[in-house]
């Protein structure tokens, strides 16, 4: 269970029950409260029994006050008259410039309490309980976050598969996203993919039960011989190669922007109609500009992360978490 939270000040200040309010729900510290010490001890008391009644018995004190002197030893004088049994009280005053601030604050507390060389051991062996709880922590970070049940399930995948929270910041998806994919997957549709890793990772137990075939083209002859002589990337000329089977498929891209754009521009100039495109490619030429584009098309759903991460390990997570909620 993580730290709680007290953000102190001296004063109430609205912005620091803001801050409050984002590291309950993003910041993974859902036992918090923005105390003011001139509001006197009952606050703190409050505070305290709910605590109690929580069972954490970790807390990082945060303090946001100009005097940060002042205001810790006034809430020591009262914590030490209130006389709390078994609580771990840490303090961490000073503004954090470092972005996103909520995600900086949240890792300065997760620090403040980072355990012991001795706790650091290996305690979990067997593959499945370590899966198990990977996903216990990584539920825990987002239960504040009020995912809709199946997004949440698309989003902790992909975080599991990343090690990166900002997943969940970054993942969008048109409306009918979900639906749709499920739907067309569940159903048996053709997969296309833009490169053999995001193919070698789709779960093999859940295709063989739904009967979907996996396409992916980019090591072609054919594909190789065109793209030399047209002077574009196997990665488009292979999405070029797939047009025929894009109808009612779900198109899964990890790796290539350019292969993204060729989908958009299929899309929209020639008229495909894919069931759902999970479009996910990583760097820094392209990746973030193919995804923007796609997430301008109305006519066809899809799943994005922004900027310019990704991968080919992301767009499987995401894929194999679809296959899943059609079970």
């Given at each position: ?293 796609l997430s301008r098309v109305r006519e066809v759903p899809w799943i994005v992360t922004r900027g310019p991460k990704g991968g080919s390990t992301v767009a499987v997570a995401i894929t194999n978490a679809l296959l899943r909620l059609g079970k």
């Amino acid at each position: 269970m993580k730290p709680a939270v007290v953000v102190l000040s001296q004063i109430r200040r609205n912005h620091l029950e803001g801050i409050r309010n984002q590291l309950s729900r993003h910041g993974g510290h859902p036992v918090s409260a923005s105390i003011a010490l001139s509001e006197g001890v009952a606050p703190v008391r409050d505070f305290l029994e709910t605590l109690s009644r929580s069972g954490v018995r970790q807390l990082a004190v945060l303090t946001m006050d100009e005097d940060a002197v002042k205001a810790i030893e006034s809430f020591d004088r009262m914590i030490a008259d209130l006389k709390p049994e078994g609580l771990d009280i840490r303090h961490i005053f000073g503004f954090i410039d470092t972005q996103p601030f909520i995600r900086a604050l949240s890792e300065k507390v997760r620090r403040t309490f980072a355990p012991s060389e001795e706790d650091l051991r290996p305690v979990i062996l067997l593959p499945e309980k370590i899966e198990e709880e990977s996903f216990r922590i990584i539920d825990e970070t987002l239960s504040g976050y009020g995912l809709e049940s199946h997004w949440h399930q698309v989003v902790r995948r992909a975080i599991h598969a990343a090690a990166d929270y900002e997943m969940a910041d970054i993942m969008d998806a048109h409306e009918k996203a979900l639906e749709s994919t499920v739907s067309a997957l569940s159903g048996g549709c053709r997969i296309i993919v833009d490169v053999q890793m995001v193919e070698s990772g789709l779960s093999k137990p859940h295709l063989t039960a739904n009967g979907n075939t996996v396409f992916c083209h980019v090591s072609d002859q054919d594909v190789r011989e065109e793209a030399i002589r047209l002077g574009l990337t196997r990665s488009t000329m292979a999405m070029r190669k797939a047009k025929n089977a894009m109808d009612g498929s779900v198109i899964v891209v990890g790796n290539a922007p350019t292969a993204l754009f060729e989908v958009v521009r299929l899309i929209r100039e020639e008229g495909v109609r894919p069931a759902g495109v999970v479009g996910v490619p990583v760097g820094f030429v392209g990746a973030s500009e193919s995804k923007e584009l796609l997430s301008r098309v109305r006519e066809v759903p899809w799943i994005v992360t922004r900027g310019p991460k990704g991968g080919s390990t992301v767009a499987v997570a995401i894929t194999n978490a679809l296959l899943r909620l059609g079970k």
